[in-house]
């Protein structure tokens, strides 16, 4: 069974610094995806970034990177020049290979941001 | 660019009632989930559909039923409802075979009184 944890319930970073959320996962496939999601106060789902498992190259998009180990199994979110709109509670979720498959998600990281 | 569109957003509904919630995908995406968020707690995967055929369940009570139709939208059909089943529930749709990113509709919020 596919495992999502997530270890820090709460993280906080000031405004314009960076911060780091972890996640580490189990599971026996050996093609699968990862995400992290990003749910506000509003409660919508947004997707953040994406990481395939057969890609070496960490994904980026814009401030978000994440730092990809496989081998430990290790997905974490890198956060720069932190900003008060991205406060909110922080999901990591996994996918197997293959359509129409769930996404398993972790119990989240709560981020605040101080001005 | 076009959403996952639900509805309703809000539904307030007494113990033991029938409630319906609806989902339309994004155009052209053939694949659709259903999630349960209770509060503070992480979504849970209800059940799918691919190209109008279920394709995955998870744990879905069997007083819930779910469908896809012609046209992609879905229809969660939940009776006998209890309290317990007050919980935020997302629809997400994806575009299948070409990637596994699922875009996530606003959700619909049931209230079971």
């Known amino acids: 069974a596919q495992t999502v944890t997530q270890s820090q319930p709460e993280m906080s970073v000031q405004e314009a610094e960076t911060v780091t959320l972890s996640c580490t996962y189990d599971t026996s496939e050996s093609d699968y995806y990862?995400?992290?999601?990003?749910?506000?106060?509003?409660?919508?789902m947004i997707l953040v970034i994406?990481?395939?498992a057969y890609k070496q190259q960490n994904a980026t998009e814009n401030r978000f990177s994440v730092n990809f180990q496989k081998a430990a199994k290790s997905f974490s979110l890198k956060i720069s020049d932190s900003q008060l709109g991205d406060a909110a509670m922080y999901f990591c979720a996994q996918h197997?290979?293959?359509?129409?498959?769930?996404?398993?998600?972790?119990?989240?990281?709560?981020?605040?941001?101080?001005? | 660019?076009?959403?996952?569109?639900?509805?309703?957003?809000?539904?307030?509904?007494?113990?033991?009632?029938?409630?319906?919630?609806?989902c339309y995908p994004i155009p052209r995406h053939d694949t659709v989930y259903w999630y349960q968020q209770g509060p503070g707690q992480d979504p849970q995967f209800l059940i799918s559909f691919?190209?109008?055929?279920?394709?995955?369940?998870?744990?879905?009570?069997?007083?819930?039923?779910?469908?896809?139709?012609?046209?992609?939208?879905?229809e969660l059909n939940m009776s006998s409802l209890e309290l317990g089943d007050s919980a935020l529930y997302f629809c997400a749709s994806s575009p299948g075979q070409q990637t596994y990113e699922q875009y996530f509709g606003p959700g619909t919020r049931l209230t079971v009184t």
């Open chain 1, 50 to 52: 994406r990481q395939e």
């Open chain 2, 50 to 74: 691919y190209e109008k055929m279920q394709s995955d369940k998870g744990s879905i009570p069997d007083r819930f039923s779910a469908q896809q139709f012609s046209d992609y939208h879905s």
């Open chain 1, 34 to 44: 990862l995400f992290w999601y990003k749910q506000p106060p509003s409660r919508q």
């Open chain 2, 1 to 22: 660019a076009a959403g996952v569109i639900q509805s309703p957003r809000h539904l307030i509904k007494e113990k033991r009632e029938t409630a319906t919630l609806k």
């Open chain 1, 96 to 115: 197997p290979q293959g359509g129409s498959e769930k996404l398993v998600f972790g119990k989240g990281t709560k981020l605040t941001v101080n001005p």
